[in-house]
Structure formats: C-alpha cells, structure tokens
C-alpha cells in the first residue's frame, strides 16, 4: 500500500456495530466483562482503549513499524525510552537537541544514575569517541531543532550494530511522509504528536513506533504502568488529522522552500538553515534520507542582537508569535528565550542557537502572503 492510501486507510476499520467509517470515540474508563478473565480486548482505558489502539496501529503502519504507542505529550513518550535504561548506562544524544529533551535528560534522568554525552553528530568520529561498553541508547535528532542539522541514521546503525546500544529517532520536523527511520534501521521512532501528525495545534500527545518484539513488550509495560497515556478524545483528532498528512506536508515544504530562499536573498539576513540548499552540511545525507526538505526554517541576522530578533518576531502577523510548531497556521519562534531556554546559553552557543536565531513553522497559507508578512517585519 503506497504511503498516501496509507494515511487514509491503515489501521482504521468502519466500526462493526454501526458501520461508522470513522473510529468512534470510545469515552470511557472502563468496560464490562462477560465472566472473570473474559472481556472483549478491553479492561481498563489506561491499558488500552479502542480510539487509541486504532491511532496506535495507524501510526505503525505508517512508520512502516509492526507495534505504536501513544502517550500524553512528546515528552512523555521520550520519558518511555529512558526508563527502558538502568542507572549506570550512557546515552549519546546530539548537542543540537530540542530543550525539551535536554531537559528531561539532565535535570530528570541524570540524577537516575543515567550518563548523556551531547556530541555534534555532524561528524561520525564524535559519536565513536563517546561509545562504549556501557552506551545503551543513541538519541538522534532529524532534522535537529532549531539548527535544522541532518544527521545520518543509517551509517550511526552501521557503526553501532556490534553493541548493544539501541537507535532512538525524533521523527518529530520530518514526519514519516518525509522520513521513515526504521527503514534506515532505527529501532524505535519517536513523534511529538502535538506538530505536524496532529497538524492542527489542538492536541498534545507523543509516540513511539518500533518493529523489535522485545522493544515493544517493554514500551507497552512502561505506557501502562506509568500511566501517561493520551485520551480518545485527541486519538480521534490525531486519526483525522493524519488523513491529511501527505497533503499538508506537500504544502509545508513547498512553502517552505520558497520562504528558505527569500531569506536566503534577504540583506539583513546572515545564515539561513534549511537542508534543501546544497550548500547545507549534509545536504546530500538529506537527499538520500527525506523525500523533500520539509516546512521547517531557521535563520540569523546579520545585526546579531537580541533587541533586532525580538523587534522582528513581534512584527508579523500571518507568523504567529506562539510555541510549538507543524500546525497549518505559520509559526514565529526565538529559541534562546522559547523553546530552548531551559539549555545554558554557552551550551546553545557551543551548538549554533545564537540570540538572533529565529526559528519559522512555514504553515501552508500562500507562500506570497507569507513572503509579504516577512518583508515587512523587517522594515
């Protein structure tokens, strides 16, 4: 089944009570048994419910992976994979990493016992260094947030195949319409739900995609027993608003291609990141790995100063000013103050996130009007 039959149809069956074409959604808590030990595939809604286990099972098919897993946010779910680790183990993760995810890792799970290097994944040797007999997890970003680094998954697998160290991939800036990690040899995908899959900023939800048996049964022990899983309410809104991924994806990245070259044009611009120019570093890692080159642009100034990013990024009006991103609506961001505040500012110097960095979700209004807001947000 091509990808774009996919989004439609996998994983969704009309309802066999009343042949409703869409997944009901299935608000409940609880659900009768017949006899003790007999039930209908369903107990408790925390341990499964029938609108989530259809997003679940669409989402693997897309990912191309046999089992799915959703949680209450992105977070949550990458709070999954870190608990498949014990104390002592070692993670390496890219120093060009969503806040979020740095967060989480060294103000929650380092004092766990956990140890996690942050090495410029641009360059292969870095990733070699850090290895070790007690590296567990390779933690992949790619894109990567907010540089927009392309970071190549299929040699990482190649060279940590004789350890015994999984390959975890954000998913996240490109979708599995752009990128499907597993078929790169990933052993788990992880998706903040909330952006492109959603598509519509009106959830908040993450997911785990994996193909390995022994990865799955741990995943689906830890979303049970830690309880943070999403509602049938945003399961339904997920479910829809993944029928048209491959649609709004196409848009995202027409326009942002559009938008990455305006800018790139621009006087008062200095760098603009976006992988669809061969002059970006791994251009061709992302030709060979993405479909197209996704919605997802960042850029500097060449007046590099917190006042002039603030001043442009308060002045637009199609570009709303707002967390998050991948929802049909452009979206305006300044990292080191938004989304990456919580990273230490030599930290996100070291990686690029400069204070004039702004960071753009090119939404799929017309590109002309989305030109124009920009030209005049920096007059």
């Not at 341990?47 to 959703?70: F, M, Q, W």
């Not at 498949?84 to 890219?94: K, W």
């Not at 649609?247 to 760098?271: C, M, T, W, Y």
């Not at 090119?362 to 007059?379: P, Q, T």
Request: aromatic share 8%; with cysteine.
């Amino acid at each position: 089944m091509k990808f774009n039959t996919k989004v439609i149809h996998a994983g969704v069956e009309p309802d066999s009570a009343t042949g409703a074409i869409m997944t009901p959604i299935y608000q409940t808590s609880t659900y009768v048994q017949d006899e003790v030990g007999k039930h209908k595939g369903f107990e408790y809604s925390r341990t499964g419910n029938p609108t989530r286990a259809a997003l679940e099972s669409s989402l693997a098919a897309i990912e191309n992976g046999k089992y799915g897993a959703c949680f209450g946010s992105g977070l949550a779910a990458i709070d999954c994979v870190i608990k498949m680790l014990n104390p002592g183990d070692e993670v390496i993760s890219t120093n060009d990493l969503y806040g979020g995810s740095y967060r989480i890792f060294k103000t929650i799970f380092e004092k766990y016992g956990i140890k996690f290097h942050f090495v410029d994944m641009l360059n292969l040797e870095n990733i070699k260094d850090a290895l070790n007999e007690k590296t567990k997890l390779i933690w992949i970003e790619t894109p990567t947030n907010p540089m927009m680094n392309i970071i190549d998954i299929k040699s990482i697998v190649e060279m940590v195949k004789d350890s015994d160290a999984i390959v975890g991939v954000d998913n996240t800036f490109a979708t599995p319409y752009l990128q499907r990690p597993l078929d790169l040899g990933a052993d788990v995908v992880m998706h903040s739900v909330t952006k492109f899959l959603g598509g519509h900023s009106d959830v908040v939800m993450g997911a785990l995609v994996t193909s390995n048996d022994s990865i799955a049964e741990e995943i689906y022990r830890i979303q049970n027993s830690s309880g943070a899983v999403c509602g049938p309410m945003d399961s339904f809104l997920v479910l829809r608003g993944i029928k048209t991924l491959h649609l709004r994806v196409q848009r995202h990245s027409e326009n942002g291609k559009i938008i990455a070259e305006f800018l790139n044009s621009h006087p008062q611009v200095d760098e603009v990141y976006w992988p669809g120019f061969e002059s970006h570093p791994n251009h061709e890692v992302a030709k060979n790995q993405m479909s197209d080159f996704g919605g997802m642009v960042s850029f500097t100034l060449k007046d590099d100063s917190l006042e002039k990013a603030k001043r442009i990024v308060s002045k637009t009006k199609l570009f709303t000013l707002a967390e998050s991103l991948g929802g049909v609506e452009s979206l305006i961001g300044h990292p080191s103050t938004m989304t990456h505040a919580s990273i230490p500012r030599e930290e996100r110097l070291k990686s690029g996130v400069k204070d004039s960095l702004i960071r753009l979700s090119v939404g799929v209004e017309d590109a002309a009007d989305l030109v124009k807001d920009l030209e005049n947000s920096f007059l």
